[in-house]
């Protein structure tokens, strides 16, 4: 059973020596007996690379809402997986699950399982296009799916004809985002890091405008150019610059979601941004809140019902990128603090 683990904390930008793939020696595909009662054995087949992993990786700080990663043990994450055996009657042999396993190749998942995995009932692998692959778990099925549904509908409370803004627009949750903000009728612009990712923006996601903002000089100016008369929603991917010149671009009464801040994840202590244009806050009446997805799990049956049929009929484009082989999944994880990714960065281990 090969693994990767987090060899020691990070500081600064993560690289592939932070991590290591240990082999690990043959694995009864059933279990042993030894497990709690209520354990489950799965076949992991795909693994999701997610900005929040960074956080996880340094010494544990006091604002982290997750237990950060403990240096010699397997890394932890979003992933699919196959069910091999069971000793909870909710989950049999044969059984598609999605939800927290490990960097490997297969996990023993503890009681409560229902805690981490939840079963697959909605995939057509076959299907040639409009289908739902069984990777679309790790995204919009998965849980950057329910953090851009719920960061847009419940947190920005959209209305028809309003302006939004998305940064990180091409990545998991901003191509999400983008589309979901075309539905319910606002015009909504992107920033992205390429001119290859500016161009998906407007051709695939229909956003109705991008620019990239590494080529932009001034960002206040980019945004007024893209915004005349203001932007009413901000949904926040990066943070540093890029939210102090959306602070200066707010109309009065906008509202600013805080999903994640991603340009600061990789900066040490004292390096990072502070935001000095805060007192748009009082000025423009502005509500700036942020969200974790765990705390709207419960909203994800809503969600799916919701989503499913836009996938089928291609209402919503999503685009993945695929690393394979475990031994790529370090590489393919700090990719994402590069821009590297070209939309929903995850890993494909072993065949569907
Ligand atoms: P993405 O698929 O968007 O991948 C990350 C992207 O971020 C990169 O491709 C890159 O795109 C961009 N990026 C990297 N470094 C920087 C930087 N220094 N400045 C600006 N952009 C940068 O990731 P996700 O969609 O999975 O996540 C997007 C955000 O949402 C992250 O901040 C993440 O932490 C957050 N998140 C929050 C959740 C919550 O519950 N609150 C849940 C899930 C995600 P580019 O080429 O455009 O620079």
Same mark, same amino acid.
């Given at each position: 059973?090969?693994?990767?683990?987090?060899?020691?904390?990070?500081? !600064?930008?993560?690289?592939?020596?932070?991590?290591?793939?240990?082999?690990?020696?043959?694995?009864?595909?059933?279990?042993?007996?030894?497990?709690?009662?209520?354990?489950? +054995?799965?076949?992991?087949?795909?693994?999701?690379?997610? *900005?929040?992993?960074? &956080?996880?990786?340094?010494? *544990? +700080?006091?604002?982290?809402?997750?237990?950060?990663?403990?240096?010699?043990?397997?890394?932890?994450?979003?992933?699919?997986?196959?069910?091999?055996?069971?000793?909870? %009657?909710?989950?049999?042999?044969?059984?598609?699950?999605?939800?927290?396993?490990?960097?490997?190749?297969?996990?023993?998942?503890? &009681?409560?399982?229902?805690?981490?995995?939840?079963?697959?009932?909605?995939?057509?692998?076959?299907?040639? !296009?409009?289908?739902?692959?069984?990777?679309?778990?790790?995204?919009?099925?998965?849980?950057?799916?329910?953090?851009?549904?719920?960061?847009?509908?419940? $947190?920005?409370?959209?209305?028809?004809?309003?302006?939004?803004?998305?940064?990180?627009?091409?990545?998991?949750?901003?191509? +999400?985002?983008?589309?979901?903000?075309?539905?319910?009728?606002?015009?909504?612009?992107?920033?992205? !890091?390429?001119?290859?990712?500016?161009?998906?923006?407007?051709?695939?996601?229909?956003?109705?405008?991008?620019?990239?903002?590494?080529?932009?000089?001034?960002?206040?100016?980019?945004?007024?150019?893209?915004?005349?008369?203001? $932007?009413? $929603?901000?949904?926040?991917?990066?943070?540093?610059?890029?939210?102090?010149?959306?602070?200066?671009?707010?109309?009065?009464? !906008?509202?600013?979601?805080?999903?994640?801040?991603?340009?600061?994840?990789?900066?040490?202590?004292?390096?990072?941004?502070?935001?000095?244009? $805060?007192?748009?806050?009082?000025?423009?009446?502005?509500?700036?809140?942020?969200?974790?997805?765990?705390?709207?799990?419960?909203?994800? %049956?809503?969600?799916?019902?919701?989503?499913? *049929?836009?996938?089928?009929?291609?209402?919503?484009?999503?685009?993945?990128?695929?690393?394979?082989?475990?031994?790529?999944?370090?590489?393919?994880?700090?990719?994402?603090?590069?821009?590297?990714?070209?939309?929903?960065?995850?890993?494909?281990?072993?065949?569907?």
């Amino acid at each position: 059973n090969r693994r990767v683990v987090l060899k020691e904390y990070v500081e !600064g930008y993560p690289t592939e020596e932070h991590m290591e793939l240990v082999p690990g020696g043959e694995v009864p595909l059933r279990l042993t007996g030894d497990e709690p009662a209520g354990s489950v +054995l799965v076949r992991n087949l795909y693994l999701s690379c997610d *900005p929040y992993m960074r &956080p996880k990786m340094s010494r *544990p +700080l006091r604002e982290s809402y997750t237990a950060a990663f403990v240096p010699g043990s397997v890394i932890t994450g979003y992933g699919v997986a196959r069910v091999l055996d069971s000793s909870d %009657p909710r989950f049999a042999p044969g059984d598609l699950v999605w939800g927290i396993t490990g960097w490997e190749d297969y996990s023993v998942v503890k &009681p409560p399982v229902t805690a981490f995995l939840a079963k697959i009932s909605h995939h057509d692998a076959a299907a040639a !296009g409009g289908g739902v692959p069984l990777s679309y778990y790790t995204g919009i099925l998965g849980m950057p799916g329910l953090t851009a549904y719920v960061g847009f509908h419940e $947190i920005c409370a959209p209305k028809k004809g309003e302006t939004v803004f998305v940064s990180a627009a091409s990545g998991a949750v901003g191509q +999400l985002v983008g589309q979901f903000a075309r539905l319910a009728g606002c015009h909504v612009v992107g920033s992205a !890091g390429s001119k290859e990712k500016v161009e998906l923006l407007k051709s695939k996601f229909g956003f109705h405008d991008a620019f990239n903002y590494k080529e932009e000089p001034d960002l206040a100016a980019a945004l007024k150019r893209c915004f005349p008369d203001g $932007i009413d $929603i901000y949904f926040e991917n990066v943070g540093g610059v890029m939210l102090d010149a959306v602070l200066l671009n707010m109309r009065v009464h !906008g509202r600013i979601a805080v999903c994640g801040l991603i340009s600061q994840y990789n900066l040490k202590e004292g390096e990072k941004d502070a935001v000095r244009n $805060i007192g748009a806050l009082i000025a423009k009446r502005l509500r700036m809140q942020g969200f974790i997805e765990p705390d709207h799990k419960h909203l994800y %049956p809503k969600y799916e019902a919701w989503v499913l *049929p836009y996938i089928r009929d291609g209402t919503l484009a999503y685009v993945e990128d695929v690393a394979e082989g475990l031994e790529n999944a370090p590489k393919a994880l700090i990719g994402l603090f590069h821009g590297r990714n070209v939309g929903k960065q995850l890993v494909r281990i072993a065949d569907d």
